[in-house]
């Protein structure tokens, strides 16, 4: 989990509290491991996750911009200690969606593999490829979040069935696509507007949008790839899933910093108007 700064303020974000958040407001028995800093001032805003976390150094620090035109800037300052399957709490090893969304690839994937027995596993790509330049940022902003080359080994990614990622998560990336595609039987590949691209055993499919009034983009990703998780748990096709997921993104980007959670129920109708 991070600290996240919105106009001067610091609020909650990470794949992990967007991800279980969403998960949670969806109907699911969610439960997060993380790591946080001793600074870490979020805890009102996960009241209604089971969560545990270690607490050690400094909490990771994001600052997202989203200018009128061209794509995001992002800056980091400070990173938290690293997330290991020692925090799992006793009970929690055998779930039936293990997700993997580290922010700053702080999380050993075969530890975690090792350390659960999940009837579904999946990773959330865009922690991996982040890398920071040298450069200093805005004031206070920290450096500049550049692509950092990922080449996951087959060894690493075997036992991964759902891969999550955005075509932001391919830059610099060369053949990290091919590599996810031959390792991974479900790949979602989300293109903002244009939908989501579903790669299933060879075959690829396209999954639409539903409109929605954007207040705040930040973590539509990581509650589309839960909507998606909840439904292929459920027993849902990838489609069915991915409309699920596309839906709940929709409603949680028209508020600011997770603040429509509580509204994601309404994602299984806004799932029937998916195209």
């Given at each position: 989990?991070?600290?996240?700064?919105?106009?001067?303020?610091?609020?909650?974000?990470?794949?992990?509290?967007?991800?279980?958040?969403?998960?949670?407001?969806?109907?699911?028995?969610?439960?997060?491991?993380?790591?946080?800093?001793?600074?870490?001032?979020?805890?009102?805003?996960?009241?209604?996750?089971?969560?545990?976390?270690?607490?050690?150094?400094?909490?990771?620090?994001?600052?997202?911009?989203?200018?009128?035109?061209g794509p995001r800037?992002?800056?980091?300052?400070?990173?938290?200690?690293?997330?290991?399957?020692?925090?799992?709490?006793?009970?929690?090893?055998?779930?039936?969606?293990?997700?993997?969304?580290?922010?700053?690839?702080?999380?050993?994937?075969?530890?975690?593999?090792?350390?659960?027995?999940?009837?579904?596993?999946?990773?959330?790509?865009?922690?991996?490829?982040?890398?920071?330049?040298?450069?200093?940022?805005?004031?206070?902003?920290?450096?500049?979040?550049?692509?950092?080359?990922?080449?996951?080994?087959?060894?690493?990614?075997?036992?991964?069935e759902v891969a999550?990622?955005?075509?932001?998560?391919?830059?610099?990336?060369?053949?990290?696509?091919?590599?996810?595609?031959?390792?991974?039987?479900?790949?979602?590949?989300t293109r903002e507007?244009?939908?989501?691209?579903?790669?299933?055993?060879?075959?690829?499919?396209?999954?639409?949008?539903?409109?929605?009034?954007?207040?705040?983009?930040?973590?539509?990703?990581?509650?589309?790839?839960?909507?998606?998780?909840?439904?292929?748990?459920?027993?849902?096709?990838?489609?069915?899933?991915?409309?699920?997921?596309?839906?709940?993104?929709?409603?949680?980007?028209?508020?600011?910093?997770?603040?429509?959670?509580?509204?994601?129920?309404?994602?299984?109708?806004?799932?029937?108007?998916?195209?």
């Amino acid at each position: 989990m991070t600290h996240d700064r919105v106009d001067g303020r610091i609020v909650p974000g990470g794949c992990a509290y967007y991800a279980a958040s969403a998960f949670g407001a969806l109907g699911a028995a969610s439960r997060l491991v993380t790591t946080v800093g001793e600074d870490f001032c979020c805890d009102p805003d996960l009241e209604r996750l089971e969560w545990v976390a270690r607490r050690a150094g400094r909490t990771t620090v994001f600052t997202n911009l989203y200018p009128d035109s061209g794509p995001r800037l992002q800056y980091i300052d400070r990173v938290a200690a690293d997330v290991g399957p020692a925090s799992l709490p006793a009970g929690w090893e055998r779930p039936d969606v293990a997700f993997f969304g580290p922010v700053f690839d702080e999380l050993d994937v075969r530890a975690w593999k090792r350390a659960l027995s999940a009837r579904i596993t999946a990773i959330g790509v865009q922690g991996f490829v982040r890398g920071a330049d040298s450069a200093s940022g805005p004031e206070g902003a920290g450096r500049r979040v550049v692509p950092r080359r990922w080449r996951p080994s087959p060894e690493l990614l075997e036992g991964i069935e759902v891969a999550c990622l955005s075509e932001e998560d391919l830059q610099g990336q060369a053949d990290l696509l091919d590599r996810l595609v031959a390792a991974i039987p479900l790949v979602a590949l989300t293109r903002e507007r244009k939908g989501c691209e579903l790669i299933e055993g060879g075959r690829r499919v396209w999954v639409g949008i539903h409109a929605a009034e954007v207040v705040d983009p930040t973590g539509a990703g990581d509650t589309f790839a839960a909507g998606l998780l909840y439904g292929l748990a459920a027993g849902l096709c990838g489609v069915e899933a991915a409309r699920i997921g596309a839906a709940a993104a929709s409603i949680v980007i028209e508020g600011e910093a997770g603040a429509n959670f509580a509204r994601l129920p309404a994602a299984f109708e806004r799932a029937r108007r998916v195209p």
